[in-house]
C-alpha cells in the first residue's frame, strides 16, 4: 500500500469523525429542555443575598411527606402540587370550589384555633394592584409564616399558599412599609384584570405618581369610574371628571392625617392598537411641587 494510499485513508477517517463530533454536538445544540427543567432551572435563582443556586423539588399533585406546619384545606379542595425551595420554603397551589373570599375565612378561622396571627399590611399596600383576597399569618412559637392568596376562578378559586421556616425572610419580621406612597390608595384593578409595567415616582416630598398597564374588557370611561370608587372610600373628593374618545379623567383633593392638601389628577387611556390593554395613572401634588 503507497504511502499517499495511508494518508488518504487517514485523512477519510479523521474528516468522518470530525464530521461525527459534529453532528453530535449539533444534536446536543439543538436538544430543547423539558417544561419541568425549565421550571426548576427558573426557580433556582439565588434568594436576595445569597450567591448559589437554591434545591429545588417540584411535587405535582401532592405535598411534601414532611411538613413544617399542620396545612388545612377547605373541604372539595384538590391540590394541585407544591414546590420545595432550599431547606426553609414551600409553596402550595390548590383549586378549591370556594370563592375566593370563602376562601380567606375558613383560613382566618382554622389558623386562628391553631395559634396563628394575621398580619396587619394596612399601611403596606398603596398603588395599583391585581384583585385577589389575601394575607400574612404568623406563628411565633416555630418561627413559621403562611402567606395566602386566593384568585378568583370561573369554578372557585387558585389557592396560592407560601410557607416560610426562615425567621430572616419572613413577612412576619418584615418592619418597613410603604408610606413613602402616601396619600396614594390601594387602588385594585378588576377581578378579572391583569397589571403590569406598574410604576411609582415620587419628588420633593410632595410628589407622588403610580402608573400601569391594564389588561381588562372595560373601556377607559368604566375602569376610570372602578377607580374612581375606590378613591371616594379612601376619602379623595372629586372635582371634575371629563372624557373624550379613548380618554378618560377626573381631577381630586384629599387632605391628610396632618391637614395638607393633595391635588390628584386619575387619567385612563385606551391604548391604540389593542382592544384590550389600557394605560392607568394617578398624580398626587402637594404645595407648588418642585422648584425647577
Not at 31 to 43: C, D, F, K, Q, V
Not at 53 to 71: C, S, T
Not at 79 to 95: A, N, P, Q
Not at 149 to 162: F, M, T, W
Request: net charge negative.
Amino acid at each position: 500500500m503507497s504511502a499517499r494510499l495511508i494518508v488518504a485513508i487517514a485523512l477519510t477517517a479523521l474528516i468522518g469523525l470530525a464530521m461525527g463530533v459534529e453532528e453530535e454536538n449539533q444534536s446536543i445544540a439543538l436538544s430543547e429542555p423539558s417544561a419541568e427543567e425549565l421550571a426548576i432551572r427558573y426557580l433556582e435563582a439565588p434568594s436576595i443575598g445569597e450567591t448559589e443556586l437554591q434545591k429545588v423539588q417540584l411535587l405535582p399533585g401532592k405535598l411534601p411527606e414532611q411538613m413544617p406546619v399542620q396545612l388545612p384545606l377547605p373541604r372539595g379542595s384538590k391540590i394541585f402540587g407544591s414546590v420545595l425551595l432550599g431547606e426553609t420554603k414551600i409553596g402550595v397551589m390548590v383549586d378549591s370550589p370556594l370563592a375566593a373570599e370563602e376562601v380567606m375565612a375558613f383560613y382566618r378561622h382554622e389558623l386562628a384555633s391553631q395559634n396563628w396571627t394575621e398580619m396587619d399590611v394596612s399601611g403596606m399596600e398603596r398603588g395599583f394592584m391585581e384583585w385577589s383576597a389575601g394575607s400574612f399569618f404568623c406563628q411565633e412559637s416555630n418561627d413559621a409564616s403562611i402567606a395566602i392568596i386566593a384568585y378568583p376562578q370561573e369554578n372557585g378559586s387558585d389557592i396560592r399558599l407560601d410557607i416560610s421556616t426562615d425567621p430572616e425572610c419572613s413577612p412576619c419580621s418584615f418592619s418597613g412599609s410603604d408610606e413613602w406612597l402616601k396619600p396614594m390608595p390601594k387602588l385594585v384593578a378588576p377581578r378579572n384584570a391583569s397589571l403590569s409595567n406598574q410604576n411609582f415616582m415620587t419628588g420633593c416630598g410632595n410628589q407622588v405618581t403610580i402608573s400601569a398597564d391594564v389588561v381588562t374588557e372595560l373601556n377607559s370611561s368604566a375602569l376610570a369610574a372602578h377607580f374612581a370608587d375606590q378613591l371616594r372610600r379612601a376619602n379623595w373628593t372629586a372635582i371634575r371628571q371629563e372624557e373624550s374618545g379613548l380618554a378618560a379623567w377626573s381631577t381630586w383633593e384629599f387632605e391628610d392625617e396632618e391637614g395638607l392638601i393633595w391635588d390628584g389628577f386619575l387619567t385612563v387611556l385606551e391604548i391604540p392598537g389593542s382592544e384590550d390593554k389600557r394605560f392607568v395613572m394617578m398624580q398626587a401634588n402637594q404645595g407648588e411641587g418642585c422648584p425647577l
